[in-house]
Every structure is written in C-alpha cells, then in structure tokens.
C-alpha cells in the first residue's frame, strides 16, 4: 500500500494526518510505504514508478494531489482512497469523502468501490472540470500569483486580474461530431456537480456514465458573466441562456489562442481535444 501526501496541504496538517493514516494501517497489519511530495510533478513520478504488486494507493493533500496520483496510475483497477485537505476538494463533496483519518479507515477496510471517468485534454489528464474562456484566464493569473497553499482571497485576486482588460472571444464547439451552429463565450466540460469549491453545476450528472457534461455559455459581456457566476453559486446551471449537452468526444476551437485550464490548472490553449478515455479509475467510497 502506498500513501502520497502533500506536507503543505491544509495549512500543514496533511503532514501529520498521513502519518496518523499510515500508523493506523500499520497496527491493522498493513504494509505501508508513505511518500511526501516535495514539488509539482513528484507524486505522478512516485505513484508511476510504485511496486507492482501496491494494491492501494492513497492520495492526501487535495484536487491536484489526487490528479498528480491518477495521472501516475499505470494500471487504473488498482483501488485510489482520498483523504481530502485541499482548497477546493471538488471530487470529495460530490462523493461525501471523510476528511478526518478514523472514517477514511473505514472507507479503506470496507472495501467499497466506485468507478471515476477520466478524460484526455490536450495530453493532460482531466477528471474534475475543464475550461475555455475567463475561467481559464482566472487559472492563468493564479499560477502567476501561487506561493504555497491556495487560499480563496488568492483566488480573488487572480479573477480581479483576469477581468482587468478581459475582451471574449468567439469559440467553437464541436460535440461527438458535430459542430454546433451557434458561437459561445465560455465553455465549461464537466464531470462534477462542484466547481471550484464555490459553483454548483447540474446535479444531473454521474461520474461514470462515460460523459462530461459540457456547459455553453453565449453572451459574452461582463454582466452576462456575472449572472452566469451567481447562478453557478446557487445551483441554477444549467439555466438562463446557458445550456448543457453530454459528450464524450469535444473539440473547441478559435480564431486566437485562448487560455484553457485543466481540472483548475492552466494547461494549454486551443485548440482543445477532449475525449473520455473509456479506461475509468477505481476510488474508494463511504
């Protein structure tokens, strides 16, 4: 069994929290191999080079964490358990995960599984929410503004910076196919009901159904976007002139390169390949 930790997760307290999981696995009688990350990259190369014969892996820290271990994943049946002590913690709000040790060893001796869709970005991996538009533009700002851990005044500023001299840009959409007649402002490829710890989208939605959920936003003016994040906030997305079509194959392009983020990372621009990869991981569940 290996677990993967971010030491700086959760104001520090993943540090303390793994090895509080590891010694409860170890008086359990499991063989437990715990490895801390000392910078972005270094869970996907340790969970990529793990024993083969690892029958869990378990990824405490947050959403990049978790991403950084699936992304390591040579073979995905190998079982995933998240311990969430992120910012955001997207997966682990639609899956009600525990976030405290004692029920997470639970979650692990029950043995309880579900399946997670995954798709292709780009050559990134996405499992959470991918984006074209400002909110990509909003990831760019905060690469440039993160030092240490994420907090949601950091967020604040990276968005009043992408505003600063924010001007759309026409995209377009092609779903499993065929290309959709109308241009958007922004568009949002979902695989979650939660969004950046803030928004909620289409509670219509399942995590291995072998779809995303595809948000289309039209208008492109500031105060359109605006509207679009208090629905966001209260659930009301899909709605208004937004609308929502699954998929699993999706192209956005446009006439200029435009930000794109990944699963809350800024990543790439477009054009923009998606596909549901069809190989779902295996999480742990309550």
């Not at 000392?38 to 959403?63: F, I, K, N, Q």
């Not at 240490?148 to 992408?162: F, K, N, Q, V, Y």
């Not at 208004?240 to 794109?260: F, L, Q």
């Given at each position: 069994?290996?677990?993967?930790?971010?030491?700086?997760?959760?104001?520090?307290?993943?540090?303390?929290?793994?090895?509080?999981?590891?010694?409860?696995?170890?008086?359990?009688?499991?063989?437990?191999?715990?490895?801390?990350?000392?910078?972005?990259?270094?869970?996907?190369?340790?969970?990529?080079?793990?024993?083969?014969?690892?029958?869990?892996?378990?990824?405490?820290?947050?959403?990049?964490?978790?991403?950084?271990?699936?992304?390591?994943?040579?073979?995905?049946?190998?079982?995933?358990?998240?311990?969430?002590?992120?910012?955001?913690?997207?997966?682990?709000?639609?899956?009600?995960?525990?976030?405290?040790?004692?029920?997470?060893?639970?979650?692990?001796?029950?043995?309880?599984?579900?399946?997670?869709?995954?798709?292709?970005?780009?050559?990134?991996?996405?499992?959470?929410?991918?984006?074209?538009?400002?909110?990509?533009?909003?990831?760019?700002?905060?690469?440039?503004?993160?030092?240490?851990?994420?907090?949601?005044?950091?967020?604040?500023?990276?968005?009043?910076?992408?505003?600063?001299?924010?001007?759309?840009?026409?995209?377009?959409?092609?779903?499993?196919?065929?290309?959709l007649p109308d241009p958007y402002a922004q568009v949002l490829v979902s695989n979650t009901l939660h969004y950046g710890g803030v928004f909620r989208l289409s509670g219509n939605y399942r995590v291995d159904d072998g779809q995303f959920e595809v948000?289309?936003?039209?208008?492109?003016?500031?105060?359109?976007?605006?509207?679009?994040?208090?629905?966001?906030?209260?659930?009301?997305?899909?709605?208004?002139?937004?609308?929502?079509?699954?998929?699993?194959?999706?192209?956005?392009?446009?006439?200029?390169?435009?930000?794109?983020?990944?699963?809350?990372?800024?990543?790439?621009?477009?054009?923009?390949?998606?596909?549901?990869?069809?190989?779902?991981?295996?999480?742990?569940?309550?």
């Open positions: 069994m290996l677990v993967i930790a971010n030491p700086i997760a959760g104001r520090g307290r993943a540090r303390s929290a793994a090895r509080e999981l590891v010694e409860g696995l170890r008086t359990r009688g499991l063989e437990v191999d715990l490895h801390l990350t000392g910078e972005s990259g270094d869970a996907r190369r340790r969970v990529r080079c793990m024993d083969e014969g690892t029958d869990l892996v378990v990824s405490v820290g947050g959403d990049g964490t978790l991403g950084e271990v699936l992304d390591g994943l040579v073979d995905r049946s190998v079982p995933v358990a998240v311990l969430p002590l992120g910012t955001g913690n997207c997966l682990a709000l639609d899956l009600s995960l525990p976030r405290d040790v004692d029920s997470l060893l639970d979650v692990i001796f029950r043995g309880r599984t579900r399946a997670l869709d995954a798709a292709a970005a780009n050559g990134h991996l996405s499992f959470l929410v991918a984006g074209v538009g400002l909110d990509a533009r909003v990831a760019r700002e905060l690469g440039s503004l993160r030092s240490g851990p994420i907090t949601r005044w950091t967020w604040a500023r990276a968005a009043l910076r992408a505003l600063r001299g924010y001007s759309p840009t026409e995209l377009a959409v092609e779903l499993d196919g065929e290309l948000y289309l936003f039209p208008r492109s003016h500031l105060l359109a976007m605006v509207g679009y994040a208090l629905r966001g906030c209260v659930g009301l997305l899909p709605g208004g002139s937004c609308k929502m079509i699954r998929a699993s194959r999706i192209n956005i392009t446009a006439d200029e390169a435009v930000p794109c983020q990944v699963d809350g990372d800024y990543r790439t621009e477009t054009p923009l390949e998606m596909e549901v990869t069809g190989r779902a991981f295996t999480l742990l569940v309550p």
